[in-house]
């Protein structure tokens, strides 16, 4: 039974559930290999009982929540952007969550004016830091938390250690010994899974829960995920078919992927998805460049290019039906606008439409177009999607023969940096 939560339809495209079934035998065979890489934890973590760990969760966020009215996370990539991508998803767009306090972060970049005005804000709040590293070895986080460090000792005296927790490995690295040396409370980033792939623990799970995030609905979403998408038969797994999808058009010559979306809230979950597929596919000069858009903003930016420009792009149009908060469009008498036909139509309804009209467009136009369809914005199914791309991520790597979990062109850019920085 094909999963009940994400509906995968394709428009406009050369591919059929005939050719996508060849892959069949491939997609098997790679689903029972998958547990033989490294960093696969994340695989199963959904279906283990993490009513401790996030009870713990809760009792800290509680507590920050209570002390003070900013939560400063230190990191970068996948140690930011999974529990930046949920927050920004499911808070108002306006204000805070109910139960939830203002979340910013540092560590993602390296410009001293982002720092500096950062501490300058911070100087009329109550502060908590959350540090998230598994090694502490990267550079931006462990400038961020040099400098965020001595400010809180600076600010708290010894009453800091408090405010400072650190999320890391449970046995090694630079920032688990500074976090035992100091006292600091400590969350641990699980030693098999990679940075990319632990939104769904600590790494983003506190951050989220500070900000007002019902965690435990993330993580039931996530459950289901994993029961529904444990399925190794492709017909019957909807995450595996999306991967087939995107390789198939791959092999077509299309060369970039547009994941879309019709609601300004889910832009920082774009980011996400984007470090998730790029950092996982793109090696051996293989994979789809994953670039993002933002409709229906963007379709008067970028619009045009995709309807007309050059035919290197498929898109992946994410819809939620439901999306909490709507207004009516009012009736006017003056009708100077010549609007009043729509006063009866919701905005919610009237973007749906523009979604609909735009995936029409666009298949006319000759750009394929996966759509993935889910009931309601909200903690659950924004769990459940997590997963989802995760696990279609690791096939759709691994259909390309490359590792999904390793990370080397990475790891380049830092060694030359490093060098280039001892040369000084």
Not at 310 to 329: A, C, N, R, W, Y
Not at 383 to 411: H, R, T
Request: proline share 4%.
């Amino acid at each position: 039974m094909l999963n009940e939560i994400v509906k995968t339809t394709l428009l406009n495209c050369s591919l059929n559930e005939i050719d996508i079934l060849n892959y069949k035998n491939k997609v098997q065979y790679i689903h029972k290999v998958l547990p033989q890489f490294k960093f696969i934890g994340w695989i199963d973590s959904p279906l283990y009982n993490h009513n401790e760990l996030l009870m713990e969760i809760e009792h800290v966020a509680s507590e920050i929540r209570a002390c003070a009215n900013v939560l400063v996370v230190v990191g970068v990539g996948g140690s930011f952007l999974g529990a930046r991508a949920i927050q920004e998803a499911l808070k108002p767009y306006f204000g805070l969550a109910e139960h939830g306090i203002e979340v910013v972060y540092v560590g993602l970049n390296m410009s001293g004016a982002y720092i500096k005005e950062l501490l300058s804000y911070l100087d009329k709040k109550q502060v908590y830091v959350n540090v998230i590293s598994k090694s502490g070895g990267t550079m931006e986080p462990a400038l961020a938390f040099r400098v965020m460090r001595l400010y809180m000792e600076e600010r708290y005296g010894d009453k800091a250690k408090e405010r400072i927790i650190v999320t890391t490995d449970a046995e090694k690295g630079v920032l688990k010994g500074i976090a035992d040396k100091a006292g600091y409370r400590q969350f641990v980033i699980p030693s098999n899974i990679g940075g990319r792939y632990s939104v769904l623990t600590p790494v983003g799970l506190l951050p989220a829960a500070v900000a007002g995030v019902d965690i435990r609905a993330l993580m039931a979403g996530a459950k289901q995920a994993a029961e529904e998408l444990s399925e190794s038969d492709l017909a019957n797994n909807d995450a595996y078919k999306y991967a087939v999808m995107r390789h198939m058009l791959y092999e077509q010559g299309y060369s970039i992927e547009l994941l879309a979306s019709f609601e300004p809230g889910l832009n920082k979950f774009h980011e996400w998805w984007k470090q998730l597929f790029g950092e996982s596919e793109g090696k051996a000069k293989k994979g789809l460049y994953p670039s993002t858009v933002n409709f229906s903003t963007d379709l008067h930016s970028i619009g045009q290019f995709i309807q007309e420009g050059s035919p290197i792009m498929f898109e992946t149009l994410l819809h939620f039906h439901d999306i909490k908060g709507d207004l009516q469009v009012p009736f006017d008498e003056r009708n100077e606008d010549g609007l009043n036909y729509l006063s009866h139509r919701t905005f919610n309804e009237i973007n749906a439409i523009s979604k609909q009209g735009t995936a029409l467009a666009h298949a006319e136009g000759g750009v394929p177009v996966i759509q993935l369809e889910l009931p309601k914005l909200d903690e659950y199914h924004l769990g459940y999607l997590i997963y989802f791309f995760m696990k279609a991520c690791a096939m759709s790597a691994c259909l390309l023969e490359v590792n999904p979990f390793d990370q080397p062109g990475v790891e380049a850019y830092k060694r030359k940096m490093l060098e280039l920085l001892k040369e000084k």
